[in-house]
């Protein structure tokens, strides 16, 4: 099996050495995708809900170019840098998915790239 390298023009760029998302087999791996606006690559929402949305959207722009949705997404790890706002973060993530729920971990970081407040990664599966 070779590795095939996804990239979607409607998520932001990668803002370092490493792809959007690599295909393994029937696997998808998304990296962290930040609350970028994916035309500016600026940080977009002000508040943990708003970044979480904005991550989610990413990540969505990343599987659907990969011909894949949010339902194959089978584990999330989100960072965010306060854990006090968990509950701001958890209402916005749970609007874009539906039963049965991805495996998840959520970890609170010091810092994250370019001052966001959260980041989002996934692995999707496809059958």
Do not use: W
């Amino acid at each position: 099996m070779e590795k095939q390298v996804i990239t979607a023009d409607q998520a932001p760029e990668a803002v370092g050495p490493y792809s959007q998302a690599v295909r393994y087999g029937s696997f998808l791996y998304c990296s962290g995708q930040l609350p970028l606006d994916p035309g500016s690559g600026e940080i977009k929402g002000a508040g943990f809900g708003e970044q979480t949305k904005q991550c989610m959207m990413n990540l969505e722009a990343i599987l659907n170019h990969a011909g894949l949705s949010l339902n194959h997404v089978i584990k999330t790890t989100i960072y965010i840098t306060d854990m006090g706002k968990f509950p701001e973060v958890n209402s916005a993530y749970g609007e874009f998915f539906q039963e049965p729920y991805p495996a998840r971990a959520c970890i609170e970081v010091s810092a994250l790239p370019k001052g966001a407040a959260v980041e989002i990664e996934a692995i999707a599966a496809s059958s």
